[in-house]
């Protein structure tokens, strides 16, 4: 004992000298916690007074103040000396007077009597037990100004009673302060319990100041506190922490509490669920979401826990959705016919989605309006709001069981602020309201929330005086009590108003307040919270205020979190660029028009069908690309209900947005779980490479990035679906510049439209409009004008679509892939590209070269499929780091690979190159040319396409006088139900011909094979309606009769030809037979 003539060693028990700093016998430091020199004058003081004033010193240290009538509880009498020996202590330097009458001592000197107390426990108990029965007293007969301050001490005596109570061991024991254990467990459960009220009591009002003091006062002797006690004490100073915006405190301070096994379930339920809250708030959405879960899974869990949990996992929805960016506000173009055009294209895209919201909304299903929804950008935040609706509901539900009117308001302002999100404005109002009128005129905090709640609604209902003085109102309480979050929120809210009343500089020094003071208190959602407000502005009023730019530049650490979780990012990218091909390749099959089946007559008077040509009516040219794009717009908005009401959010809580955190003085990214993963200096910088996709001049979000390289740290990237990317690379530019940094830019964007591809595809798309324009007779036929040999080198190359798909696959392709460290984003991105390319090159095997229903097309198709598969599977290889060996075997083989591809397709493309000049020079009326032609594409092998070209072989054989080659052949096709009837008829014609031809030139014919040729035209006469057809076979019989010299019936046959023919070389040959029958 200090101050007295011995004493013993903590450790051993060895007899000391009272001036002793270490036991002789074990070498324990006594009372290492002070300093050697206050021990020794402490102890010189104690001694150089008489005993019992000794005494009377040593207990004014156990309260943590002391004025008379304490003096005397602690000396256990009231005798009038009391105010003497308060005179006596006055004179120590050590003694500090508080307020009038009321004296402690400084820190050390009580923490060094403290600790001489705890090794007497038997000794300090009474004495404690006479204070708090004092302040009992106290409290019943003091003024309620006065009581808190009796109250705090009650309950800290309370604690320390409780947690210094013995276990009955012996029956027959005589010491009061040995009960039995569970009255031991009950005591300390009361004690807790009143503790919790007072604490909350303060905490819940927000009297900070008051919920401190009540804690310092229970923690100040922490370690002769029971061990629950000093869980519960441990659980509230968390809570402290995050009133103060200490956040890594507070986390340690629950983490610390969950790691030990001998938690109590309520007290685990509470710091799981507050270290949930903590979470939230400091953007580590995905652990708070476990942490409620955490909460939940718990085994007997109160109603008002699960509540508490259910609203938690809300909020931290919540904030996922607002940190992401809130609702997508597209840029508006300035050209304003461009803007025109996109607000229609726009508008129309929105009938649908407006039809699917009218009908949910019917349900009474809660979804945002179809302006919103109609941006694919939305559907995530809009199924995290609706998600976070779902928990506060279910919360809602369990509080409203239980009557909790506190709580069931809090979660009603959370439905009423996700109604203004959802607009659903009226109903938002309305809610407010009652809950403004249902909350007492006393309890002027609460209300001063409520209003700012109300506010919000106000201002989205156009009520911009009202809402302005409910959150004036609520300002003024804010300010009173303190709090600068809410402060924060109000003054956010006030710019709002102001800047809808079109009050520029009151909408400013709004937002100015409530950076600075977000700012000051540390508070990084009420930061955000505003500078969001700012950009929007600045995006969606073209008169901004310059100011805003001045605001947002020197904010000091700004925030962008990624639009969608970046698992999401992969099916972003491949739904976006597979969107134009399917449009395209749909409207490939839907648009073309086979033109009815005509005939090519040779000056041997063959007949062989005529080139088919696709025309592209103008009707099918509107109505399939409007078809396309409805079944597109009805395909989008069944996927965005999906994703509205199906999406699991299982991956979410897994998988939170990227969070990249700009500082003045360095850049730190924190990853899908929360955890930080890169902090690099803006002087560390030593590349930013910007790899954006454009289509024109802004970058499309899931395809842009930019790489920054560091020293001593991996490499960053910073998404293209951050929340404002272009703002946010800007800054980084800015600020590495501005600190000095030696790094080097690179330029790695690309924009299809602007570049030499982009050139390419528009030169396509304009050569197929005019092809199509000249095969639809709009424009003058370009198979007439141009030499046969360039007009088919066109169409091929017009409804190829190489022009076209080659910059596809080169922007969608092509670069991804060998762009440096793109395809190491996703191990999965060349998989499935070379998945898409192999079920293109299958479909072309299936469909034996019909893709689609231009034969060319199929063929670009097939080879882009086959260049698909060749150029993922090196890429692959060269991502797996295989040996040089492996690496060229492989590419040996691709390349391999993708010749015999094009060995296959050689046939067809000649087919079709032979196809297209015939249908010039039949154009060009050179029949002979265009049969020729016709035989070439039949010569032709290929494993693929349908079409059978039997007859351009016979015709082959008659040229060549291989007669009875031919009849075999034309007997085939006649017999042959494959064929259909308008080639069948043809063949028979021809046959007839070939016959004659044989006839004419052997001169060995009877009468009954020249018989048979004219019954044989007769067959061809009934079953073709095509009049050069008729013609032909009238000329076949006129030929027939002439040979049989009945000249009468050859005449009526030529005539008959002569009348149905517009062959200007045909009616030539008629009009030199016609003379010579005459004659």
């Given amino acids: 004992m200090i101050g007295s003539d011995a004493r013993n060693c903590p450790a051993c028990g060895d007899m000391l000298r009272s001036t002793a700093l270490f036991c002789p016998k074990c070498g324990t430091a006594v009372l290492p916690s002070v300093s050697n020199a206050l021990q020794v004058s402490l102890g010189q003081i104690l001694n150089s007074v008489k005993p019992g004033q000794a005494e009377v010193m040593r207990r004014c240290a156990i309260p943590r103040w002391f004025d008379s009538e304490i003096l005397g ?56 037990k006479r204070l708090y029965n004092y302040f009992e007293r106290r409290m019943g007969s003091t003024t309620s100004e006065n009581r808190a301050t009796w109250l705090r001490e009650i309950v800290t005596y309370d604690l320390l009673l409780a947690s210094t109570t013995l276990v009955k061991d012996q029956q027959e024991s005589e010491n009061p302060w040995i009960i039995t254990p569970s009255a031991v467990a009950a005591r300390v459960e009361r004690a807790i319990l009143r503790f919790r009220s007072l604490f909350e009591s303060a905490f819940n009002a927000h009297r900070m100041a008051e919920a401190e003091a009540i804690l310092i006062a229970a923690e100040e002797q922490v370690n002769i506190l029971a061990p629950t006690i000093r869980q519960w004490l441990e659980y509230y100073r968390g809570k402290m922490n995050h ?49 409620y879960q955490a909460a939940l899974d718990l085994p007997k869990l109160e109603p008002g826990q699960r509540a508490a949990a259910h609203l938690g996992i809300g909020d931290a929805y919540n904030e996922i959705a607002i940190s992401s960016g809130g609702w997508h506000i597209a840029s508006q173009p300035q050209n304003p016919l461009v803007r025109t055009l996109r607000n229609w294209v726009l508008a129309l895209g929105t009938v649908p989605m407006f039809i699917l919201v009218t009908l949910l909304r019917r349900a009474g299903a809660a979804v945002p309006p179809a302006a919103i929804l109609v941006r694919y950008q939305n559907w995530m935040l809009a199924r995290i709001f609706r998600a976070s609706r779902e928990e506060v509901l279910a919360a809602y539900a369990i509080y409203k069981e239980r009557n909790d009117q506190s709580n069931m308001a809090r979660c009603e302002m959370r439905l009423v602020d996700n109604d203004v999100l959802f607009s659903s404005i009226k109903q938002a109002v309305i809610l407010a309201q009652d809950l403004l009128d249902h909350t007492k005129p006393e309890n002027t905090y609460r209300r001063a929330r409520v209003q700012v709640t109300l506010a919000r609604a106000l201002l989205a209902d156009r009520q911009y005086a009202a809402a302005q003085q409910e959150v004036e ?52 959602l009420s930061r955000e919270r505003i500078l969001y407000e700012l950009r929007v502005w600045r995006r969606t009023r073209a008169d901004y205020p310059p100011a805003i730019d001045t605001l947002l530049d020197t904010a000091s650490s700004q925030r962008f979190v990624n639009r969608f979780p970046r698992f999401l990012v992969p099916y972003l990218q491949i739904g976006q660029s597979v969107v134009v091909p399917i449009l395209v390749l749909l409207t490939s099959i839907v648009a073309p028009n086979l033109q009815p089946p005509t005939v090519i007559r040779t000056t041997s008077n063959i007949l062989l069908p005529a080139p088919t040509v696709y025309t592209f009516p103008w009707e099918r040219l509107i109505i399939s690309p409007l078809l396309v794009l409805l079944i597109a717009a009805l395909g989008y908005t069944l996927l965005g209900l999906v994703v509205l009401w199906r999406m699991p959010l299982k991956q979410l809580r897994q998988n939170q947005p990227d969070i990249y955190v700009i500082h003045a003085d360095e850049l730190v990214h924190y990853d899908h779980q929360g955890h930080e993963a890169h902090r690099i200096k803006w002087s560390d910088i030593t590349t930013i490479a910007t790899a954006d996709r454009k289509l024109w001049i802004r970058p499309l979000p899931v395809f842009s990035r930019s790489i920054i390289e560091s020293k001593n740290q991996p490499v960053l990237r910073v998404e293209g679906i951050i929340s404002w990317y272009n703002t946010a690379c800007r800054i980084i530019q800015e600020r590495t510049q501005a600190a000095g940094a030696a790094f080097s830019n690179v330029d790695l964007s690309f ?33 007439a004008l141009l030499p046969a040999s360039v007009f088919a080198a066109l169409q091929l190359l017009a409804y190829s679509g190489v022009l076209m798909i ?105 087919r079709e190159f032979y196809h297209a000049r015939a249908h ?8 002979n040319a265009a049969k020729d032609d016709r035989v070439l594409e039949a010569e032709q092998s290929t494993l693929f396409f349908s079409n059978q070209m039997d007859l351009e072989i016979a015709i082959a054989k008659t040229d060549a006088r291989a007669w009875s080659e031919a009849d075999q052949e034309y007997t085939a096709i006649i017999n042959d139900p494959t064929y259909d009837p308008f080639t069948q008829t043809l063949a028979r014609h021809n046959q007839a011909q070939s016959d004659f031809l044989r006839c004419r030139n052997t001169q060995t ?22 009049p050069q057809a008729q013609s032909a076979a009238y000329e076949t019989q006129a030929d027939a009769y002439g040979a049989l010299n009945d000249d009468a019936k050859a005449l009526e046959k030529l005539l008959r030809a002569r009348e149905l023919t517009t062959d200007a070389e045909q009616i030539r040959q008629l009009d030199i037979k016609i003379n010579d029958r005459k004659r």
């Fill in 73 to 128: 509880v602690l000396r256990d009498r009231q005798d009038g000396a009391n105010e003497k020996i308060l005179a006596q202590l006055e004179t120590y330097s050590f003694v500090r007077q508080l307020s009038n009458g009321r004296y402690s001592y400084s820190d050390d000197v009580r923490d060094l009597l403290l600790d001489d107390w705890r090794q007497r426990p038997d000794d300090l108990r009474p004495i404690q």
């Fill in 243 to 291: 009133a103060s915006l200490r956040l890594p405190e507070a986390i340690a301070c629950y983490q610390q509490l969950l790691k030990q096994n001998n938690l109590d379930t309520e007290l685990k339920a509470l710091s799981s669920i507050s270290l949930g809250d903590v979470q939230v708030e400091n953007g580590s959405w995905s652990a708070a979401i476990n942490s």
């Fill in 473 to 524: 109102a609520a300002l003024k309480v804010f300010c009173a009590v303190d709090d600068g979050r809410w402060e924060t929120r109000a003054l956010s809210v006030l710019g709002h108003i102001h800047v809808s009343k079109q009050q520029p500089e009151p909408a400013l020094d709004a937002y100015r307040q409530g950076l600075e003071r977000a700012v000051q208190i540390g508070s990084v």
């Fill in 751 to 783: 924009s299809l439209l602007r570049s030499r591809s982009g050139i390419v595809l528009i030169t396509g798309a304009t050569l197929l409009a005019v092809m199509v324009a000249s095969i639809n007779q709009w424009v003058p036929d370009l198979a």
């Fill in 806 to 910: 080659g910059p596809m696959l080169f922007w969608l392709v092509i670069r991804p892939l060998r762009l440096r460290h793109e395809f190491a984003l996703d191990r999965r991105i060349p998989k499935i590209i070379a998945g898409v390319g192999l079920a293109i090159v299958l479909l072309f095997i299936v469909t034996n070269g019909s893709i689609v229903r231009v034969p060319i097309l199929s063929i670009t198709l097939f080879l882009a499929g086959l260049f698909l598969v060749t150029e993922t599977g090196y890429q692959l290889s060269v991502q797996e780091r295989q040996g040089r060996r492996t690496l060229v075997m492989r590419s040996i083989f691709q390349m391999v690979m993708f010749a015999v591809g094009l060995m296959v397709v050689v046939g067809p493309i000649k």
């Fill in 920 to 927: 010039a020079y039949t154009v060009q009326s050179n029949p």
């Fill in 1005 to 1026: 014919c009877s009468a009954a094979e020249y018989a048979r040729i004219i019954a044989q035209a007769d067959r061809v006469l009934e079953q073709i309606r095509d």
